[in-house]
């Protein structure tokens, strides 16, 4: 297998706890895409992902995956425990419900804030988002405060729960993880109202897999 992404961006982060959660990690190989430079924004990388992000899973029979929750469900299914998908029908429901949320409403609404509200990953790369509009920064600040309301959300789960889709952590976890790394690169703080979630967080960031992500 082999995983195109750019290490230390907030998505290829989310494939490669996984695959330090599954112990996958000695059998992937990682292939750079120059993404400050804009390499996912060329046809090649376009013919592999429409999307033009990052990460993608290549499979060994040339099958190209894309989409973090796609490959965390593939690698989920080729090894054993711990499941980070769910098993039950119960179980698989509500770590897609939660995972969903923690993508929109956290890490990609820090995501959005980046691009229009800072001057986000660079020229090269910028020059494919949306050109100057007077609503740029406004879109920008909405989707910040987003973030920070998704993060009071999150408190309010974590309140009631240790892990955001229950009782184990599961795929919803590695992607509120990812969305506070992010928001932490954009200097977006975790509000200090928000005990459940830095709790959260502090225990979460002590994860084997976290620590040391494939
Ligand atoms: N829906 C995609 C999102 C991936 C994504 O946004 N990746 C970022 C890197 S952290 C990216 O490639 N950004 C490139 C860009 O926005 O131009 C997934 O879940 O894999």
């Not at 999307?51 to 099958?63: A, K, R, S």
């Not at 425990?81 to 419900?97: F, N």
């Not at 955001?164 to 992010?182: E, R």
């Not at 109202?193 to 494939?214: G, T």
Request: hydrophobic content about 40%; overall charge negative; proline content about 8%.
């Amino acid at each position: 297998m082999r995983i195109l992404d750019y290490p230390g961006f907030p998505n290829p982060l989310r494939v490669r706890i996984a695959l330090a959660e599954k112990g996958l990690s000695s059998q992937v190989e990682f292939v750079t895409i120059d993404l400050p430079a804009a390499e996912h924004k060329q046809p090649p990388f376009l013919a592999i992902n429409p999307e033009g992000t990052i990460p993608v899973l290549q499979l060994d029979d040339g099958t190209y995956i894309s989409e973090c929750t796609a490959i965390t469900e593939y690698l989920d299914n080729l090894a054993g425990k711990p499941s980070l998908t769910g098993v039950t029908p119960k179980e698989k429901a509500v770590i897609h419900m939660m995972q969903k949320r923690a993508e929109r409403e956290v890490l990609y609404a820090v995501g959005i804030y980046f691009h229009y509200g800072t001057p986000g990953a660079g020229p090269a790369v910028e020059a494919y988002k949306l050109p100057q509009w007077e609503g740029r920064t406004q879109w920008g600040a909405f989707e910040r405060q987003r973030a920070i309301a998704g993060m009071h959300y999150f408190d309010r789960i974590l309140s009631n729960q240790p892990y955001v889709a229950g009782d184990q952590f599961s795929m919803a976890d590695i992607t509120l993880f990812a969305g506070l790394y992010f928001a932490a690169f954009a200097k977006i703080d975790i509000p200090d109202e928000c005990q459940a979630v830095k709790a959260w967080h502090a225990k979460v960031s002590e994860r084997p897999s976290v620590k040391n992500p494939a």
